[in-house]
């Protein structure tokens, strides 16, 4: 209690307010530009916490990573370009709802869902620290195995036409994940002679690529040369205050997702990218409005962001305990521990908690934060961007995208990567191969692979080392997780069939 208090007083001093408001605007400034991640933008930030104090520099690293999560909805909602990894699920809803006059409620949507989900991931972080990230040295390869499977299984969810075109994406996707050298045994594969592909194919060029390009040749290829984004089409009297209400009326799909951020972001290794693809999956799975879902669904914004962000508090949870960072942002805050000579674990929590404190308070104001600052900057982005001219739009995206891809490696090659991408995608969207299943794949299938090898050279010992990914107790809790999340949207289909042939049968005795 004592710690709790003293961490509540170094919070509300003006100088770390201040670096809350400066970390918590930047880093929503560097997630809502292509390219720049928020690993990106704290690895640049480390310099200038040398010259501070421990508390204050891990206050402006943790408010800028709060803050760049949230920022990646931005682009992510209003041309199709997620921001950030973490962003991938709200272009999916987020986008589409922008093409219908509806970017306000979507922006809305992922602010609610990015304060939600930062609270309950920093809560997790305050009172389920120890025992949580003691259960997550449970998982090893065989789990990690499974938890990518059980990913993959939102394919089925997503392939809103043929089941068999998303698998087929989805296929192309776990292919060009197995680009570069092997997680295990050090095969050089797919590389064409080219050492910049070594490293595998660059995840946030890629996504530049799949998701934006597609779009900017559409708008060049429109005859009209108008971009196909209604105006605002918000009911007249319908503030920001009602959407806002609206979404806390249902608060079940806000919670779970936050708890399930808060819950993947504990696990090493796996982060937003995979939080908020399960959340949305999730949302989707057990909505009353499932057909919205690839239409232009606020819940699917709500889900992906309030998970994203969630994983912020619960990525922490491992790298203060265990000293295992939970995602690639928290090994750079690590790095910071370190060099300020403080470890990570017990007496981290004992010796200097006060500072733990300040800290989880500073990612719980840095997410309130985002309220104020996200409505006032995302809505004033929003009517600049449907105000403003295709002529303009296009070049301006594209040149943007270009940027993003360089600046991650400030390799040519990844332009080249993110350009042939796109066009891929665009020409496989003619033939209805959707992007979606794409993503998924190159996400999830490196992490399968990794936990399929590992989890045999490490049952090597067992006559049959294939059985320990079927008898450890969490391997089976997610192969049923897995088999359900597989037959329900089937069963979801079928029923919906059946509805819909009633219907018809109704309508023609009525005729």
Known sequence: MNDALAGLVGLISPMTLLLVLVGTVSGMAIGAMPGLSATMGLALLVPFTFAMDPGPGLVLLGAFYMGAIYGGSFTAILVNA????????????????????RSEEAIVAATVGSVVGGL????????????????????????????????????????????????????LGILLGTVGIAPVGGDVRFTFGEPTLQGGVPLVPALIGLFTVPEVIKLVGRRSREYDVQKDSTPEGRTWWHMVVDLFRRPVNLVRSSVIGSLIGILPGAGGSVANLVAYNEAKRTSKERHLYGKGSAEGVVAAESANNATVGGGF???????????????????????????????????????????????????????????????????????????????AIAVMSIVGAYAIRSSVVDVVIMLVLGVLAYFLGRVGVGVAPIVLGLVLGPIAERGLVQGLLTSTELAMPWTSFFTRPLSIALILMTVAGFLWPLWQNRKKGEVDDMLTEAEKDRA
């Open 317 to 395: 949870i491992p790298t203060l305990t265990l000293g295992v960072p939970g995602t690639p942002p928290d090994a750079i805050v690590l790095g910071v521990l370190l060099l300020q000579g403080l470890r990570p674990g017990a007496d981290l929590f004992t010796q200097s908690g006060d500072l733990v404190y300040t800290f989880a308070f500073a990612l719980a104001l840095s997410a309130l934060m985002m309220a104020p600052v996200g409505l006032i900057g995302g809505r004033a982005l929003q009517r600049g961007v449907v105000a403003l001219p295709a002529r303009y739009l296009a070049p």
């Open 120 to 171: 309950v991931g920093v809560l997790f972080l305050l009172f389920l620290a120890p025992p949580l990230a003691t259960f997550s040295l449970r998982f090893g390869p065989q789990e990690y195995f499974w938890v990518a499977i059980f990913g993959l299984t939102i394919i089925v969810g997503m392939s809103t036409g043929s089941i068999l075109k998303g698998l087929i994406g989805g296929a």
């Open 82 to 101: 997620p921001g950030t990894p973490s962003s991938i699920a709200t272009a999916f809803e987020g986008y589409r709802l922008t093409k219908q006059g």
